[in-house]
């Protein structure tokens, strides 16, 4: 599903860096996109989105997994 999506769609280089800082590089990187922080083991929906990036974090706000569209 992800080939279908235009620009960057991975950001492997950002797990364990600062999920607002993360964000705003996912945005600078593909301005397609709108990147969420949100805190890992949040329930969230399961629809595939080529817009959204959801930036998983724990409670100190470190990036915990990599982030993808979706």
């Known amino acids: 599903m992800s080939s279908a999506c235009a ?27 709108d990147a969420m922080v949100i805190l890992d083991g949040t329930p969230v929906t399961g629809d595939f989105r080529c817009d959204r990036v959801r930036v ?11 982030p993808t569209t979706g």
């Open 7 to 33: 620009g960057k769609n991975s950001w492997p280089e950002l797990l364990g860096t600062n999920g607002d800082f993360a964000a705003s590089v996912i945005e600078r990187e593909n301005s397609r996109v």
């Open 56 to 66: 998983r974090v724990n409670r100190n706000r470190i990036v915990v997994q990599i």
